[in-house]
């Protein structure tokens, strides 16, 4: 009897699952392997069941031979293994990155003659709504907000990258790149108090007040499903931090990032170029002693920054610093530098991991920018936040395009630089 084999990457079988299996069986013995719930990130959508529990699922189905786990997207591995005659897939090759998988799969079938049977892909009514709820769920506060403590089980690094709006909240959340080996997407987003409020074009010195930072949050989960790292600034009065924490923890944000200063705070990047000054190791933690008595999901974490190499005060009391906030209750450490060279930054998660294995240590690799994900994940770091890259990006193409219009009396000559509208609102999506 010949073998089929099928990869299954879905929390919910649906009819279009149904007609797969079908096809399949009438091919031969039929093979389903289940996406493991790392690379279904990196390829789809967080899962919202375990692995174990979509192997469970397909395993009620009648008429399969066997289930097994494929660990990666791309089939090499998989096929390598069980040689099937046929592998069936959808044929939804255009949606993103499919047409990299579709490229593998040929290519693996390829070495042994093995064949490609490409099902029409059904997407009717039902289907899109069964495909819109699964997404609203991801939405959910209570979904959303526990979602940053299951990446760092499942991710070597969680990749976060600012956002300020709708719009860019639709950039982290949609943007894919497949580039013949793998698939990968952002896993979160930071809410950057610098780029939020210098997209108001005000100072980043905690002048943009809490209502306004929670309504970007809004508007930015409005789009999207993945978890929210907020940048906090100071946490502000130990007295108001409290209502922040629960605010955050009731619209499902996943964490607050807030740092050791004190008075009027500066941007990081600015160092001892502009006076700063350090809260007491003492007070900083009550801060967030305080922070964790207010909040009431076990889900939520307050992460403490350390503004010690910033401030350049050493690395010694940097670390004495790390683990006085870990014993306060702190559910991770941000380490800041802006060196060029990330020497100092790698000193310190080297020095932390020997005494600490567990506590998340969290980057924002804007001046030591030349380290990879790989690297850090290898001195410890969880993740990486990406905090300002998007807005300086945006900020020189939008300033050419309005110099051009002044310089030549017309939109005409700066047309071709131009996304066409169309393309863009491709990216929106209609109730
Ligand atoms: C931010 O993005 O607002 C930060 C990171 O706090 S940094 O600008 O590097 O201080
Ligand atoms: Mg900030």
């Known amino acids: 009897m010949s073998t089929v084999y099928t990869c299954f990457c879905t929390d919910i079988i649906h009819e279009g699952h149904q007609n797969i299996i079908h ?36 395993e009620a189905l009648d008429g399969i031979a066997q289930v097994v ?6 089939y090499n591995h998989i096929v390598k ?9 959808g044929s939804n090759w255009d949606d993103p990155g499919m047409n990299v998988i579709k490229d593998n799969i040929v290519s693996c079938l390829k070495e042994y003659g093995g064949k490609l049977i490409e099902i029409p892909y059904t997407y009717n009514p039902t289907i899109q709504k069964i ?21 760092l089980n499942l991710v070597p690094i969680v990749k976060t990258l600012e956002v300020h709006s709708g719009l860019t909240g639709l950039i982290a959340e949609k943007t894919i790149v497949a580039d013949g080996e793998a698939i990968d997407q952002f896993d979160a987003m930071w809410i950057s108090s610098l780029c939020d409020s210098t997209d108001r074009g005000k100072p980043d010195i905690e002048l943009v007040d809490m209502t306004s930072r929670l309504r970007t949050i809004n508007d930015v989960m409005e789009v999207t499903t993945k978890p929210i790292i907020f940048d906090g600034d100071t946490g502000g009065l130990t007295e108001h931090f409290v209502y922040t924490v629960r605010s955050l923890e009731r619209m499902g944000v996943s964490a607050v990032i807030i740092e050791d200063k004190k008075g009027l705070k500066k941007n990081s990047l600015f160092g001892i170029e502009v006076e700063q000054t350090q809260d007491d190791i003492e007070n900083f ?28 005060r050493g690395m010694d009391d940097a670390l004495t610093r790390a683990f006085a906030f870990r014993d306060a209750g702190a559910d991770g450490i941000m380490i800041h530098s802006r060196r060029k060279e990330p020497f100092e930054i790698i000193e310190f998660c080297d020095k ?15 001046s030591f920018n030349s380290i990879t994900e790989k690297e850090l994940a290898e001195h410890g770091v969880n993740i990486v936040i990406y ?38 609102i491709t990216m929106i999506d209609e109730l």
Do not use: W
Request: glycine share 2%; no cysteine.
């Open 387 to 424: 905090a300002n890259q998007l807005m300086r990006a945006a900020v020189p193409a939008m300033k050419s395009a309005a110099e051009e219009i002044l310089k030549y009396h017309r939109a005409k000559e700066v047309d071709s630089k131009l996304m066409p509208f169309k393309e863009i």
């Open 131 to 151: 495909d819109k709820q699964m997404n609203e769920k991801l939405a959910m506060p209570e979904f959303r907000r526990k979602r940053l403590r299951k990446l």
């Open 285 to 312: 933690s009550l801060k967030i002693k305080a922070g964790k008595q207010a909040q009431l999901s076990d889900d939520f974490m307050i992460i403490a920054r350390i503004e010690s190499l910033i401030l350049e």
């Open 81 to 89: 293994n069980l040689r099937p005659d046929y592998i069936v897939h």
């Open 352 to 366: 932390f991991r020997q005494s600490d294995q567990y506590t998340p240590l969290v980057v924002v690799p804007t």
């Open 23 to 58: 096809e399949a069986q009438k091919l031969g013995a039929v093979t389903v392997g289940v996406l493991t719930d790392s690379e279904m990130i990196r390829y789809n959508r967080f899962p919202t069941k375990s692995t174990e529990e979509r192997i469970k699922m397909v």
């Open 69 to 74: 786990i494929q660990d990666t997207i791309m």
